[in-house]
């Protein structure tokens, strides 16, 4: 089910919402609980039921190894043994679903064999809650888990609004929000700030996002040649489409948690601000990077070893990240990229170099923008196709001299875009550089400036929701980015 359908914002969502608090008004606490886990694994099956059965199993077994680090009792086999045991299953069933045809597909290339293809369809959200039960595994065994319920856990992984592309949560963050009493009752002004922040997030998606897809699409999947503009209009139509599609699902699933009383982790913050590759992964994706950090980067060595090891460490951490994204070798070598970028940063830094801050932003920027270009092809000739022709003075088609009786083709034809998409790309700048993000627009880590309802605010809410659900009318439904990841 999309946060983006009819479907889930008039009938799941109010429905979930208005069972819950009764039940928990009934004082049915286990029963509101279990409920939520119910209308979690529904909302899951909405688009393949086949799959219930994966998510389900993960569950109970990695709940069974949590409660076999809780009682601690190991004679023959070490705890050690068994938390790699754990976390190497969780890996095979990723690795089955989410690479097995690539990985067929580079013994074919390498051994010249004709092995058959499985073409297995991705289970929704393997990639997340996989990531997200292992973090758990690894608290269990360091002793951090606290309380040992299977429906608790259950609610812990399923949790709907986090259930299929994150944020990545612990289980120390979400469980005791739970377990409060005062989080059971109805809070108005979680009520308004959550859909406030829904809003918002739906407004990124269905408006933002969607409108640069069509731009980037052509570019990347149907465009056979691109002119110089063309190119740069591809490309920052697909930097800007990842960001609004993806901060906006998490804007709607923090927004959609905080109707519940729970506050997921801010997943987002300005990415497009940064002033280097290190700033950038500290607000791209953070729930991302902080399990990249503390369950890859730290347990390998982290920067305790020396400068090679710290590199090697660096480069390890972000190609495994890249490979996580995606089974292909464009998603493998973005992540090389953003390891060497972090590399040389870090090189950079210790010698003492500044820049200035303009500059700083450009570099960074143009690195990001020009990366996310191997994340978005489907071949390797694609991203050729779109960086060859982002640095090529041939083809050049200027837009500006008609006045003068000069005449050329349009300048981004084959994208199927016109002057309104420059409109879209200056807007896409202005939004994410010089606009407050939703998270500070809520206030949402601030305890003493709290979010209250103005006149102003409501209006901006309902203008931002109405235009959102007009535009789910009149295009058809797109998945999230992430989704497929």
């Not at 906006?248 to 913050?269: R, S, V």
Request: glycine fraction near 6%; hydrophobic fraction near 50%; include cysteine.
């Amino acid at each position: 089910m999309l946060f983006n359908s009819y479907e889930f914002i008039f009938v799941f969502l109010p429905i979930t919402f208005f069972i819950y608090f009764y039940l928990n008004h009934k004082r049915l606490t286990e029963a509101s609980k279990g409920f939520l886990v119910f209308s979690s694994l529904f909302f899951y099956s909405w688009w393949n039921p086949i799959y219930l059965p994966i998510i389900l199993v993960s569950m109970i077994f990695n709940y069974g190894i949590g409660e076999v680090f809780s009682k601690d009792k190991f004679t023959k086999v070490s705890k050690k043994t068994v938390l790699w045991f754990a976390i190497l299953s969780n890996i095979t069933l990723l690795g089955y679903f989410k690479y097995m045809d690539f990985f067929i597909s580079n013994v074919n290339y390498i051994t010249g064999e004709n092995i058959g293809l499985y073409h297995l369809a991705l289970p929704l959200g393997i990639s997340f809650f996989t990531f997200q039960q292992i973090a758990y595994l690894v608290d269990s065994y360091k002793g951090e888990t606290t309380e040992y319920d299977f429906l608790n856990y259950a609610l812990f992984v399923t949790f709907f609004p986090q259930l299929i592309a994150g944020p990545i949560v612990h289980h120390k963050e979400m469980m005791p929000q739970f377990a409060k009493t005062r989080n059971k009752v109805k809070n108005y002004r979680n009520i308004a700030m959550g859909l406030f922040i829904f809003s918002i997030g739906l407004f990124k998606k269905v408006v933002i996002a969607d409108t640069f897809a069509v731009w980037a699409t052509q570019g990347f999947d149907v465009a056979n040649t691109l002119n110089l503009f063309e190119a740069w209009a591809t490309s920052l139509s697909y930097t800007f489409q990842l960001y609004f599609d993806f901060s906006g699902y998490t804007d709607m699933a923090i927004g959609a948690a905080l109707l519940f009383n729970i506050k997921l982790p801010i997943n987002f913050n300005s990415p497009y601000k940064a002033l280097s590759i290190q700033d950038f992964w500290r607000r791209w994706h953070i729930t991302l990077s902080r399990f990249l950090k503390d369950y890859i980067y730290i347990p390998l060595g982290g920067n305790r070893k020396g400068e090679l090891r710290t590199y090697t460490n660096l480069m390890i951490t972000f190609i495994i990240g890249g490979l996580w994204h995606g089974a292909g070798w464009t998603f493998i070598f973005w992540g090389f990229l953003h390891g060497i970028a972090l590399v040389v940063h870090r090189i950079w830094s210790k010698l003492g170099f500044k820049l200035w801050t303009w500059l700083a932003w450009l570099i960074t920027f143009n690195f990001v923008n020009i990366a996310w270009v191997f994340f978005r092809a489907k071949e390797w000739d694609d991203a050729m196709k779109v960086l060859g022709s982002m640095f090529s003075l041939d083809n050049i088609v200027l837009p500006f001299l008609s006045d003068l009786g000069i005449e050329f083709a349009g300048f981004v034809a084959n994208i199927q875009g016109d002057y309104f998409t420059l409109v879209w790309l200056v807007a896409g700048f202005i939004i994410s550089l010089l606009f407050k993000n939703s998270m500070q627009l809520i206030r949402f880590n601030d305890k003493n400036k709290k979010f209250s309802t103005t006149t102003i605010k409501s209006i901006y809410f309902a203008c931002l929701f109405s235009f959102s659900i007009i535009s789910i009318y009149l295009s058809s439904h797109t998945e999230f980015i992430y989704f497929n990841f």
